[in-house]
Structure formats: structure tokens, C-alpha cells
């Protein structure tokens, strides 16, 4: 069966730091573009992060950048957000997705994979 799962979410303070987890089980993740999307309550899903297949190129949105780091280790099969000086608005489901695409680059639309989502709270 082809999926995504996402792990280490939880509960954190403000100024706290987090690691998620994207794995793939039943596919390779090296002919993937990966990115982190994340939903808060009452709010639409956003891009927070992709990683080309691999790794020359990272993208991050503007709320993110210098917080968060995408990496890759593509012989785990695994996609990681290093999260860092987390703020409660950071609270959400994190999702990641994966992108066929043999290309550099990576995005946010056309996702061919997504895992169930993972819940990062933010609060003292």
C-alpha cells in the first residue's frame, strides 16, 4: 500500500522546537518533490515548505522562514521539518505530500500523495 506518515507532533511552548517525520511506505521518495502543508482551525490549507527529489531546492513561506528547515534522507525513504521558535500560530495539522517530478524544483500543487496529518499545538 502506498502512504505517507507523519509523526512527532504534540503539544509545545512557545519558543519551543519540533521534529516531524514524513516516511514513505510502498513507493521510493527519491523521484518525489515533498512538501509540508499545514491547516489551522477555521483557516484554509497552506504550503509551508517543499525539497526537490533531491534536496537542491527548498522553498518556505514568508511566516516560516529562518524557523523552519526541510531536509531529506532519501535512503530512509523520509522527509523531516525541523521546526524552531515555534509561536502558538503555528498551531495546526502539518500534512506532507508528494509530487512525482524528476525536475529541480518543487511546489505545492499537482500532489500525488498525502499522509493524514499530524497535530502541532503551540501553547503554554
Known amino acids: 500500500q502506498l502512504q505517507l506518515v507523519e509523526s512527532g507532533g504534540g503539544l509545545v511552548q512557545p519558543g519551543g522546537s519540533l521534529r516531524l517525520s514524513c516516511a514513505a511506505s510502498?513507493?521510493?521518495?527519491?523521484?518525489?518533490?515533498v512538501g509540508w502543508f499545514r491547516q489551522a482551525p477555521g483557516k484554509e490549507r497552506e504550503g509551508v515548505s517543499c525539497?526537490?527529489?533531491?534536496?537542491?531546492?527548498?522553498n518556505y513561506a514568508d511566516s516560516v522562514k529562518g524557523r523552519f528547515t526541510i531536509s531529506r534522507d532519501n535512503a530512509k525513504n523520509t522527509v523531516y521539518l525541523q521546526m524552531n521558535s515555534l509561536k502558538p500560530e503555528d498551531t495546526a495539522v502539518y500534512y506532507c505530500?508528494?509530487?512525482?517530478?524528476?525536475?529541480?524544483?518543487?511546489?505545492?500543487?499537482?500532489?500525488?500523495?498525502w499522509g493524514k496529518g499530524t497535530l502541532v499545538t503551540v501553547s503554554t
Open positions: 525539497i526537490s527529489r533531491r534536496g537542491g531546492s527548498t
Open positions: 505530500a508528494a509530487d512525482y517530478n524528476l525536475s529541480k524544483s518543487c511546489g505545492y500543487y499537482g500532489m500525488d500523495y
Open positions: 510502498g513507493f521510493t521518495l527519491d523521484a518525489y518533490a
